[in-house]
């Protein structure tokens, strides 16, 4: 099937935008002329229909991106997460940033909207010095805490070193703090 064109896709647009808002007044009037009192998930599922026709109203009128964007009226609190997948280039669902501390994990953060966890690593290591009662000396972590604020903190950090690989020499021992780090299966704990 072809796509349609800008202009059909316009005019469809505002004939979808009037017909939801006069939809929208119907069910007013019918709630002020019957005292209709809905179970309180179509309530819920109404007050999401309002938000949905007031961002996409925004949108087709002022051409202003919604913040907090609704994509489900079943799942009100997903948001799309762009990510730079191959295959997906979306991600919709909760993003989660965990600390695991000898196979047990911990969740820190989780949130439905995107955020960075590189930010959130200096939290985790307080997290787990508080919950071992040790000083922590060595952590494992993935690319996205590797940053220049992370790296001069005091603690051995087995990342990948910085720079062209092919002019860094890694020892034996960071080759191998490297695999065990690869090779730890946190990802696989919440699917």
Do not use: C
Request: charged share 30%; hydrophobic share 30%; aromatic share 10%.
């Amino acid at each position: 099937m072809r796509r349609k064109t800008r202009k059909r896709r316009t005019s469809i647009t505002r004939a979808f935008l009037k017909l939801l808002h006069k939809l929208l007044l119907e069910i007013k009037i019918l709630q002020k002329e019957y005292q209709l009192e809905l179970p309180k998930r179509s309530y819920n599922t109404l007050r999401t229909i309002k938000k949905v026709y007031g961002q996409q109203y925004l949108f087709f009128t002022k051409a202003e991106k919604p913040k907090g964007r609704i994509v489900s009226l079943s799942k009100n609190y997903l948001r799309p997460i762009l990510r730079g997948k191959e295959i997906k280039g979306t991600e919709f669902g909760a993003k989660v940033n965990k600390l695991q501390i000898d196979g047990i994990n911990f969740i820190q953060k989780i949130s439905f909207d995107n955020f960075n966890e590189g930010i959130q690593f200096k939290n985790n290591i307080y997290k787990a010095q508080g919950l071992t009662k040790t000083k922590v000396k060595v952590v494992g972590a993935d690319a996205i805490y590797a940053t220049n604020k992370n790296r001069i903190l005091q603690y051995k950090l087995i990342l990948n070193p910085k720079g062209n690989p092919q002019n860094t020499k890694r020892t034996e021992k960071t080759k191998s703090y490297n695999y065990q780090r690869k090779s730890i299966k946190i990802r696989g704990k919440f699917w």
